[in-house]
């Protein structure tokens, strides 16, 4: 079957054509709504989300929805979205004090989105975000009285935390393409780039069908389920809810094989596509803020690293990495695998925290490979081996495992 062809359904030219418009409609209209990140990303949604009583709509195939997923123009839009996150991972507890020590620096501030948007990798959160075409975005992260907004207007990137009253600020382009592609960057993604990161990764080892309607956010939808056809894969399925006017994506939701909650889902509680009012992407700091300034920031940092390290450090670093890297297997169950060229570390002499955190979340394992400890969580498993092999995807342990013994 040919990449991303849809089962029973012939994926012919204009298809192709939509899916290369998606990716260029993505790269000109971005509407920060939710995390990701990558990791982005593992965000679960409670389930109020959708209302009773799924809305009758037209038929349509999944090749149709796709395309109308591709279509979608909407650049305006305001309302609330809701994210909680179930990577399954232990509780975090005394950890961020076992770490303390170890740095030896500080946090340059506490709105630095790098630093504060990582709070969005568990717990529930509610988020009120506006956009207005790709250059006037704003996204407010509520946590009982306290606020925390990340705005982007014109060439500024500024964020602001109420808690503790420090903003960060960083001109998004007048500082150079690596300084506006650095803010782009930092921004959540939304559900659209979510969903065109998984359609572009369907292929034949990829079921795409429509698995029906929902009501979400007070908007008709209808629903893409995204389910892989291998064994050996943590991702049980994607579903992806489509404003059936518009095509806007307004819920992800990606589930693993271990049940429970779904490790990603990200969604609309209210919608608005009309334009929200040029204030809304207004910001000056308040009085009393400590301000900080990312560019100036990270031009202090560079002026205190060893001479050579820089650009070509970075590369020869790189090069150096990739030497041991190889990739195993296809789609959803492709493994990296590289050789670190050192034995495992100890964790004996780590703080307790520390210790008690790996112990919590890994599992030793042996094998014809020999020994090693697993790392898991409900999307993205590692195999560390005593040797210094590190097998790393959104696998099983056992899949893990088998590449070791495999040599490969």
Do not use: C
Not at 17 to 46: F, N
Not at 116 to 135: F, I, N, Q
Not at 311 to 325: M, P, Q, R, T
């Amino acid at each position: 079957m040919a990449a991303n062809e849809v089962p029973g359904e012939t994926v012919g030219e204009s298809r192709d054509e939509a899916r290369g418009g998606a990716r260029r409609k993505a790269s000109r209209y971005v509407v920060p709504v939710a995390v990701a990140g990558v990791a982005a990303a593992t965000i679960g949604l409670v389930p109020a989300l959708a209302a009773s009583g799924d809305p009758d709509l037209p038929e349509i195939t999944a090749q149709q929805l796709i395309e109308k997923i591709a279509g979608s123009e909407t650049q305006t839009l305001s309302g609330t979205f809701k994210v909680s996150t179930d990577l399954g991972l232990p509780a975090l507890g005394g950890l961020a004090s076992g770490l303390g020590g170890l740095g030896g620096g500080a946090v340059s501030s506490t709105a630095d989105p790098s630093q504060k948007l990582t709070e969005l990798a568990s717990g529930t959160h509610t988020l009120r975000l506006a956009a207005d075409g790709p250059e006037r975005q704003r996204l407010t992260l509520l946590d009982g009285s306290d606020e925390y907004s990340l705005i982007h207007n014109g060439d500024d990137l500024w964020a602001y935390d109420s808690r503790s009253n420090e903003v960060f600020h960083e001109k998004d382009a007048s500082e150079g393409p690596a300084a506006g592609e650095k803010g782009k960057k930092e921004l959540p993604a939304t559900p659209k780039e979510l969903a065109d990161e998984v359609l572009k990764a369907a292929g034949d080892t990829t079921s795409i069908t429509v698995d029906g309607t929902a009501k979400v956010a007070g908007r008709d939808a209808y629903q893409l389920l995204i389910k892989p056809k291998q064994a050996g894969s943590t991702v049980a399925s994607v579903k992806i809810a489509v404003d059936a006017a518009n095509g806007t994506p307004l819920k992800f939701t990606l589930s693993s094989v271990e049940g429970g909650k779904p490790v990603v889902d990200a969604g609309f509680t209210k919608v608005d596509f009309a334009r929200p009012d040029a204030s809304v992407f207004a910001f000056e700091a308040p009085k009393g803020a400590k301000v900080t300034e990312g560019a100036a920031e990270e031009a202090r940092k560079q002026e205190k690293l060893p001479e050579g390290f820089g650009k070509d450090f970075e590369k020869e670093f790189a090069k150096d990495f990739g030497k041991g890297l190889n990739v195993i297997g296809e789609g959803w169950t492709t493994i990296a695998r590289f050789d670190t060229g050192a034995p495992a570390p100890e964790t004996d002499e780590a703080p307790k925290e520390i210790r008690g955190f790996l112990d919590s979340f890994g599992d030793e394992v042996t094998g014809k490979f020999g020994s090693g400890t697993v790392f898991k969580t409900k999307l993205v498993n590692a195999l560390l081996t005593d040797d210094g092999k590190v097998y790393v995807g959104a696998v099983t342990k056992d899949a893990l495992v088998d590449a070791a013994n495999a040599g490969r």
